[in-house]
Structure formats: C-alpha cells, structure tokens
C-alpha cells in the first residue's frame, strides 16, 4: 500500500512540530535538580496530597463531570461565577478546546515570536494557520499584533507572563490591543503565571473577562500550586464561550483525585504565600548573580529566567547545557522557541540556585 492509499490525517497536522518537555535526567549524576520545567521547589500543599490520597478508596466511582466543587472554590477565591468557569487536563487543553470550537480551515490565529509553543500546534491541528507577531525586546509589542490582523484571524493567544521570556505587558496595554480587536476575534490570555508577579500595572485578565464579549483567561495549578502531574487548569470566559467548550470537552475531562487536591490547594493561601515569597527572594538573586558573571538576564516576572550566552566557544548555551547537566543542574534548552543562545532556568532550592550559578561562574572564568 502507497502512503497516499493509507488513512490521511487532516491539513495541518503533519506540519506540526511535536512539543517537546524540558529534560529531567542528568545521566551518572548522583543527585539531579530540575530546573527545566517551571515547576514549585516547594511542592504542592500539603493539604493538596492529603486530599488526593483521600480519594483512592473511590477510584472505581466516575468523577464529577462538570468539576462543580473545584469551580466553586476557583469562585470563592477570586470572586467569579462559577458558571463562568471550565476546568480541563491543565491550561493546554483548554487551549486545544478554544481552538477546536473556534478555529478552521482558513483562519488565522495569532501569537508572538517567543509565545507558548502550545498555541502553533493548536491552531495548526485544526487545519488553520499560525501567524507571528514579532516582539520587541522579547516582550508583546501590541503594535505589531494588530498589524497581523486580517480578515482570516479569530483568535489572539497573548501569554502575559510569557514562557520562556518571563516578560509581560502593563494591563493598559492589554486593554489597548482588545480595544483594537474587531468583536468577532477572541482574545485569549493565557495566565499561567499571574500568581508570580508583583508588579503594580498587572492584571491576570480578569476584570477584562467580565466586561468583555470576546476575552477569555486561561490558569493552570502547575506552576505556584504544584500539581503539575496532575494536570489540572480553568479558564474564565463570557457565558457564550463558555457554552460552546462545553460542547466539546471531554465529559470527565478532569479526574476526581485532580478535583480534590485543586480545592485543596487553592485554599491554602498560605503555601502559594510561601512560594511567592521563595521564588521573589531568589528571582532577584540569580538575575543579580547571574548578571555578574557577564550574562544576560532578560528581566523576568514569572518563576524563571532567561539566561542568554555569548557565541563564544566554550560559553554558548549548548557547552552551559553540557557542564550544567555533568553537575546535575538540568535546564531548558528553547531552540524550539526562537532562542538558540539561551537557557531557560527555573527558579529552584537555594541548593539548586546557588549550584547552577557556582557553574555558570565555572563556565565563563569566574569566582562563583
């Protein structure tokens, strides 16, 4: 049988570059520190893993389907209706979801340059195509977006933090580029990594959510919560939206032992207090360090920096990569996002931060 004789998947698929996570190993080092996936050095509450191993004697019941106890807590701790509120397997299925129901053959959706690499696959899986909006000093340019309006787009993925920059844009300017959207194209911001920032002129979306037709917010309990084996993340969005992902998602999309650690976690304000405390001390340290010996940071708000290497024989990223992984500090490469000279580095223990800086120091010739 010819490859044109056998089963075809649709358009766009086949031009997909597969996602690939950030590595966890370090082969013949005794003791690995993770820093290549954004994950909490602080873990999940322990409220959270309670709650989760409390639901093991029910694992033959199916789980709520519509997730209710997780979407009112998400209500309560935020102040939203719950009926506002869908729940999926982490923020990247409700991505998947917003494209399936709102994208198709022919239509265009919009991310910038260094944006979530989640966003091209999904819009490419539904047959439409990917359009990049360049940025400016590995931040959104608004500007830039909106002259990548046309006619084909729908949808606009704006990561705010985005990953693998760390940057964001004030929330004057969010409200700028939705005022300059036509209705008919959905804003989708992707807010992943609002509990991490501490600036003034920041807002996750929320406010424009309520007052919008065409807004949406994504949130993940990956990152601050630390449930990112779990998979569990919710989106806030106008009633119509709403409906329509409902539709489409899947009837038991999110599980049961998933539900209960999320209510968990969302209510214990005083560990996500705890990490924020953890990640502002030793973001602020390493971008410090880090700078010293000669790097370049790009000012980061999430919990991770963006470390930036010279093309250098024996500093590029791939040598740091190399010695970093030999010491079993395992960071991200990010090729795949336009960023071949630079390492993505999570915030991780003091251990994990100071060894990773104490090799860089190796790296470039200095004391560490």
């Known amino acids: 049988m010819s490859a044109l004789e056998r089963p075809q998947p649709r358009p766009g698929v086949l031009s997909i570059k597969a996602y690939v996570p950030g590595k966890s190993h370090a082969p013949g080092v005794a003791k ?17 893993v309670q709650a989760y191993l409390a639901e093991a004697e029910r694992l033959h019941d199916y789980p709520d389907g519509s997730a209710s106890a997780l979407r009112e807590a998400i209500g309560r701790a935020y102040g939203l209706d719950p ?10 299925d409700l991505l998947n979801l917003i494209a399936r129901a ?26 439409a195509t990917p359009v990049v909006a360049p ?11 909106l002259a990548k309006v046309s006619e084909r787009t729908k949808v606009v993925f ?13 929330f004057d300017e969010v409200k700028r580029l939705h005022a300059a959207l036509p209705p008919r194209v959905l804003l989708v911001i992707d807010a992943a990594y609002a509990e991490y920032v501490r600036r003034n002129d920041y807002e996750s979306g929320i406010d424009l959510v309520a007052t919008s037709e065409n807004v949406v917010m994504c949130r993940t309990f990956s990152k601050i919560y630390g449930l990112a084996a779990l998979r569990l993340g919710w989106l806030y969005g106008p009633a119509h939206v709403v409906d329509a992902l409902n539709r489409i998602r899947g009837p038991f999309n999110v599980n049961a032992p998933s539900i209960a650690a999320g209510v968990a976690a969302i209510g214990d304000t005083a560990h996500v207090e705890l990490s924020r405390q953890h990640n502002e001390r030793w973001l602020a340290w390493l971008t ?23 093309d250098e024989k024996g500093k590029t ?6 010695l970093l992984t030999s010491r079993g500090v395992v960071m991200r490469a990010v090729g795949a996002y336009h960023l071949p000279d630079a390492l993505r580095m999570s915030i991780g223990t003091e251990e994990a931060n100071r060894l990773a800086v104490a090799t860089l120091a190796a790296l470039m010739g200095k004391k560490g």
């Not at 009926?83 to 990247?92: E, K, L, N, P, Q």
């Not at 704006?158 to 004030?170: D, H, K, Q, R, S």
């Not at 990223?317 to 190399?322: E, I, L, S, V």
């Open 32 to 48: 690995v520190h993770k820093l290549s996936s954004n994950e909490t050095p602080l873990g999940p509450s322990p409220q959270a």
């Open 83 to 92: 009926d506002r509120i869908v729940c999926g397997a982490g923020s990247d």
């Open 102 to 127: 709102y994208l198709q053959d022919g239509d265009e959706a919009i991310h910038t340059t260094h944006g979530f690499l989640v966003y091209p696959i999904a819009t490419l899986g539904t047959g």
């Open 135 to 145: 940025e400016t000093n590995y931040t959104a340019d608004v500007d830039a977006i």
């Open 158 to 170: 704006l990561a705010n933090p985005n990953n693998p920059t760390g940057t964001y844009i004030p």
């Open 288 to 310: 410090e360090e880090i700078g010293k010996l000669g790097l370049t940071v790009t000012p980061s708000v999430g919990n991770f920096i963006l470390i930036h290497f010279p």
């Open 317 to 322: 990223a791939k040598d740091a990569d190399t």
